[in-house]
């Protein structure tokens, strides 16, 4: 028994929509772009060199970070091969180490190995041979058995593997342990003059980068190439990077967020959050003009329209403009209703949100949270065809149709229970269109930046390796499984935000929804959330509605996910998340590879109410850790958090104070109390 590693398949390459792809391949150029960025800046000297960051896949030939759709083939996740890994085996008697170079030498050599008779400590003296379950990692991605010999550079720059020990020239080593759970109190040993070294190995990639750059002087240091000592069963040995998207049918969800298509976004976002003097989109100009009989106008502002619909994106920003100053004039003369001009402020924003995280953007998931709510959650019904049922219809429960008490008591009593949690909505989706796709991993860090040795060092995102035809695999998943839209009531969210002392601009102005003001005041939180990670009192931020909001529906989409687990009979690693900061709401959806059993209708159907109540039970917003916990920001693994795997934010900008009350999470320079959401009247 042992462990392996797996490895891609040849297999018929998956091929998704153009939409998908392009979707795809967007959520991967961020992620990437943001990774990089922030592993270039992972210290200032010595210089990072981008081969440190990422993965050459992940590279141009100027060495500038891309996913280029070319170097990769799409996976289905089902073709994984698997290899015995590592192949260093000690004698669990006599401790002597046995080394493999690859599976061909395994199977050409292990019975000979097995029919060895030289172990001092048994007798028969038959070694007992096991796989060793250590290993050394590198922030490179790289990693190797634990092997005695080690990997040094010659003054002409060549790197070889010593094999021989220096004393004695014997090639046998042993791996000497004293019964210590401590990698530092482990040893090699010469099986021969009993000469022992320390458990240091050289990843050889990096050495190979960085030693000659030290010996010119440029501030590299061993520690740099030198990998650490982890147990194969440690999460540190193998972080998988993956992102998912919600599939939209409407093109238009991607082609609004381009460059070319500010002033339809602008006009869009106004619309959705109600800014002050909505701007008059195309077709309600035209309506206009028509409705005033204004023929000869309304047809030239349609073929101005049409020209900007087939003319190049790099042109309509011009055409855009003529319609614009067309759209002036016809309010000057009274053609058209004259509209207020649109917030500076958003136009701003707009302007600067293609540089922001995707995952975080507000006017991004503002965009696609309208679309999923026209494409599903306001198509909702008794009807088994139509995509979502409100938990407050009694047929989501199967009431009887003709047993009116029963079907109004059950409606009353979910009001009711919603009201109590603060929540406007709480919506079955039927089949909520879910793509997760992963395509690469790293390893010591799940993040682009580590510390070693008091030294910041950058963590090597790579992609898998090469599948066929010298691509390397993406592997893609789309699902369409049962999951919960929630919602939170707007007003209660504000009366939060203004209990915690967020006052600024609240309640915003002229019936401007709130999600108006947050896109307004929202600053890049960042892929990787650095600035609401654990921090020291001399490097904390801010209390702002866009991080305070964001901590809310977070940490409520984990409080309800744990109930989901508690009655659904699923487990937290096939629940996954989906926020929608600007729009108060949030999903919680069953994911996973197999078919959707219908675990989430069946756990509203017996215990809807049941989950609705654990919300609220004051058990439910503890920890086991007690004060601990409550001292370190109110989220720890045994209350909140959720897998890694699951968690949207890696267990970021959560905490539990956020519903109950307590002490304020460590990032929060206010170290003021906090007034939970369900003790907001």
């Not at 010593?162 to 019964?179: A, F, M, P, S, V």
């Not at 993040?447 to 893609?476: G, W």
Request: charged share 25%; glycine share 6%; with cysteine.
């Amino acid at each position: 028994m042992g462990c392996c590693v797996s490895v891609p398949l040849s297999a018929p390459a998956v091929l998704p929509s153009a939409a998908v792809q392009k979707q795809l391949f967007d959520h991967l150029q961020d992620f990437v772009e943001s990774w990089f960025d922030r592993a270039m800046r992972s210290r200032a000297a010595p210089a990072v060199l981008p081969q440190q960051c990422v993965d050459g896949a992940f590279l141009n030939h100027k060495n500038e970070p891309v996913a280029d759709p070319g170097q990769f083939v799409l996976c289905q996740p089902s073709r994984i091969g698997f290899v015995p890994d590592p192949l260093v085996f000690v004698c669990s008697d006599c401790g002597l180490l046995q080394e493999f170079d690859g599976t061909q030498d395994l199977k050409q050599n292990w019975a000979k190995t097995e029919k060895r008779e030289d172990c001092p400590s048994t007798s028969p003296k038959r070694h007992n041979w096991r796989q060793v379950d250590v290993i050394f990692a590198h922030w490179s991605g790289n990693y190797s058995g634990l092997s005695p010999y080690r990997y040094v550079m010659a003054p002409d720059g060549r790197v070889d593997k010593l094999r021989k020990c220096q004393n004695c020239n014997h090639d046998e080593y042993k791996l000497i342990t004293k019964g210590s759970p401590f990698f530092s109190d482990w040893r090699f040993q010469c099986a021969k003059c009993l000469s022992a070294k320390e458990l240091v190995q050289a990843d050889r990639e990096t050495l190979e980068l960085l030693k000659p750059r030290m010996d010119r002087g440029e501030g590299n240091l061993p520690k740099e190439w030198n990998m650490l000592p982890v147990s194969y069963r440690a999460s540190s040995v193998f972080y998988a990077q993956k992102d998912s998207f919600i599939l939209f049918r409407d093109a238009d969800v991607i082609a609004l967020l381009a460059a070319a298509r500010r002033e339809d976004l602008i006009a869009r976002l106004m619309k959705i959050y109600n800014f002050p003097g909505t701007a008059l989109d195309h077709q309600e100009v035209i309506r206009q003009l028509r409705k005033n009989g204004r023929q000869a106008e309304c047809r030239e502002y349609e073929a101005l329209v049409q020209i900007l619909n087939l003319i190049p994106d790099a042109l309509k920003p011009d055409q855009e403009s003529s319609l614009a100053e067309k759209r002036a004039k016809y309010e000057v003369a009274g053609l058209v209703a004259r509209q207020h001009r649109e917030s500076t402020a958003l136009r701003a924003q707009v302007e600067a949100n293609q540089d922001w995280a995707r995952r975080y953007n507000p006017i991004r998931l503002g965009i696609e949270h309208a679309s999923l709510r026209s494409e599903q959650v306001e198509r909702q019904g008794s009807d088994p065809t139509l995509p979502a049922i409100s938990v407050t219809n009694p047929d989501v429960c199967d009431i009887d149709k003709n047993d009116a008490a029963a079907r109004s008591a059950y409606s009353a009593a979910v009001d009711q229970r919603l009201l109590q949690t603060g929540l406007d909505e709480l919506v079955l989706l039927r089949g909520l269109e879910i793509c997760e796709f992963s395509f690469g991993y790293t390893r010591v860090s799940s993040t682009p930046v580590t510390e070693v040795k008091e030294r910041q060092m950058p963590v090597r995102l790579r992609a898998f390796t090469h599948a066929e035809r010298n691509k390397r695999p993406i592997y893609l998943l789309q699902q369409k499984n049962e999951g919960f839209y929630l919602k939170l009531n707007e007003a209660r969210v504000i009366r939060w935000l203004q209990a915690n002392g967020i006052n600024d601009q609240l309640p915003p102005r002229d019936g401007m929804q709130l999600g108006g003001l947050l896109i307004e005041q929202y600053e890049d939180f960042g892929r990787f959330l650095e600035q609401y990670r654990e921090r020291t009192a001399d490097s904390r931020a801010l209390r702002t509605i866009p991080s305070y909001v964001y901590m809310l529906l977070h940490t409520m989409a984990h409080h309800f996910a744990h109930a989901v687990v508690e009655f659904s009979g699923l487990d937290h690693g096939s629940i996954g998340e989906y926020v929608f900061p600007a729009d108060l709401s949030f999903l919680v959806y069953r994911k996973g590879m197999t078919p959707d059993l219908g675990n989430l209708s069946a756990m509203w159907r017996n215990h809807g109410q049941t989950v609705l109540d654990r919300l609220l039970w004051d058990r439910a917003l503890k920890c086991d850790g007690g004060s601990l916990c409550d001292q370190r920001g109110g989220a720890c693994p045994a209350c909140i958090m959720a897998p890694d795997v699951s968690c949207i934010a890696s267990n970021n900008l959560l905490s539990r104070a956020a519903l109950n009350g307590g002490e304020p999470p460590s990032w929060d320079i206010d170290r003021s109390r906090l007034t939970g959401f369900f003790r907001i009247p």
